[in-house]
């Protein structure tokens, strides 16, 4: 839908070999008759308690609702959306089932709740270009070759987490939500800004029994989707490496970076700093904070335990490194996360 003020379209194509072309640009000016203030949407999934206990975590449900929190405060400050409407979907609520019908329910309000479904779904209608979606994820995280998956409460393995066999992993990534899941459901999903931040902590540890598995955004699919729907995607670790938590924060190390330093403190308005924090400068910010942290942890137990060389050298292989996607173009209109 065309909305008030600039609309910039975009059309490219791609060759078999996934070549780009150069972008075709169309600018139509909206009138004012279709102007709306929109609604922020936010979709924050945590998962402690797992159907099977010994998958429990004990910050995500944490993590979660501090972004929530938090994000809608800021939103509620700037006063750029009519209402911030909070999906929490924790513990036995953070279902496949449940997170794919509140994505889908984004793109398509007919999207019926089923008998037993989170009344906070009930609130979610179909986005429009005014509107914000911002979806958030903490628990556990597994990839199988190069698809990535979140691991929802439900996750369909009942045995013991040490003595997993092949088939027990096809399980637990069968009842997993795919990138391809995730992907098909945001596509259709018309929002003006959108973005995902996806905390799976101890991904690497999800399913030891097989190779060492490997964290979020193993695959190019939604980083394609965050270009041609001009969606923020920030996740946790790079693809072969762990999300950790920790217990002096009460946070995993990434919800921290963004509430508790880059929102709280402000320290995310850098780049310019002038009196407000971007979407891009926020995930950044995010980006170079949390390895700067557990180095700095690190260093500390370093000292403390007096074998130098052999820990530091373990130790840089070993710190979180988040990932961020966004096109890298500057936007007609930045989504602007808060005004410290």
């Given amino acids: 839908p065309i909305v008030a003020g600039e609309n910039r379209l975009l059309a490219y194509a791609f060759n078999r070999d996934g070549v780009k072309s150069s972008d075709a640009v169309l600018s139509v000016t909206g009138d004012e008759s279709l102007r709306r203030k929109g609604v922020a949407y936010v979709i924050a999934c945590g998962v402690n308690q797992y159907a099977n206990s010994q998958y429990n975590l004990k910050y995500a449900v944490a993590d979660a609702t501090s972004f929530a929190e938090d994000v809608r405060a800021q939103q509620m400050k700037l006063q750029e959306y009519e209402r911030v409407e909070i999906i929490p979907l924790l513990d036995k609520d953070a279902t496949k089932a449940n997170i794919l019908l509140a994505l889908k329910r984004l793109s398509n309000a007919r999207a019926a709740l089923p008998a037993g479904a989170p009344s906070a779904l009930s609130k979610i209608q179909p986005a429009q270009p005014e509107d914000a979606v911002l979806i958030f994820f903490a628990g556990h995280g597994a990839a199988q070759g190069s698809r990535f998956y979140l691991i929802p409460h439900d996750l369909g393995y009942a045995g013991a987490r040490n003595a997993l066999t092949s088939e027990a992993v096809k399980t637990i990534l069968s009842h997993g939500v795919s990138d391809l899941e995730l992907e098909t459901a945001i596509e259709g999903v018309d929002a003006g800004q959108m973005l995902f931040v996806l905390d799976a902590c101890n991904s690497g540890q999800a399913l030891e029994a097989e190779e060492k598995r490997r964290g979020p955004m193993n695959s190019a699919g939604l980083a394609q989707l965050a270009y041609e729907k001009g969606m923020y995607i920030l996740t946790a670790a790079q693809s072969?490496?762990?999300?950790?938590?920790?217990?002096?924060?009460?946070?995993?190390?990434?919800?921290?970076?963004?509430?508790?330093?880059?929102?709280?403190r402000g320290l995310s308005d850098r780049d310019p700093k002038d009196g407000q924090?971007?979407?891009?400068?926020?995930?950044?910010?995010?980006?170079?904070?949390?390895?700067?942290?557990?180095?700095?942890?690190?260093?500390?137990?370093?000292?403390l335990d007096f074998a130098v060389n052999e820990a530091k050298a373990s130790s840089q292989r070993g710190i979180q490194r988040p990932r961020v996607f966004y096109r890298r173009e500057l936007e007609t209109h930045p989504f602007v996360v808060a005004k410290p």
């Fill in 240 to 264: 072969y490496q762990a999300a950790l938590e920790a217990a002096e924060l009460g946070h995993g190390y990434l919800t921290f970076a963004l509430i508790e330093d880059g929102l709280k």
């Fill in 277 to 303: 924090s971007l979407a891009r400068e926020w995930f950044n910010y995010a980006e170079e904070r949390v390895p700067q942290m557990q180095e700095r942890e690190m260093q500390t137990r370093l000292l």
